[in-house]
């Protein structure tokens, strides 16, 4: 599986004010059906580590503060 380089570079995107992984919250890692998303050790906030993704929504579903996004590429909308 490829690192993810950079946040940016990625289809989840984590919005570090609106998580709470650093509080206990692991709902995002958890519900992955393929195991790409972290908590950081730095931050405590989750991010995502590998850049494999179905784009099957349930981080973004689950998430109870609404910090996680996933960008759906146009072709796939």
């Known amino acids: 599986m490829p690192l ?3 946040p940016t570079t990625v289809p ?7 998580c709470i992984a650093d509080k206990g919250c ?3 890692v958890d519900v992955c059906p393929l195991d790409v998303l972290r908590i950081s050790d ?3 906030k989750a991010y995502m ?3 494999e993704c ?5 981080c973004e579903t689950d998430c109870p503060t609404g910090a ?3 960008n759906i ?5």
């Open 4 to 6: 993810a380089l950079s």
């Open 12 to 18: 989840v995107v984590v919005d570090d004010a609106k």
């Open 26 to 28: 692991t709902v995002c």
């Open 42 to 44: 730095l931050t405590g």
């Open 49 to 51: 580590k590998f850049d």
């Open 54 to 58: 179905w784009y099957c929504m349930p």
């Open 68 to 70: 996680v996004t996933v």
């Open 73 to 77: 590429p146009y072709l796939l909308r």
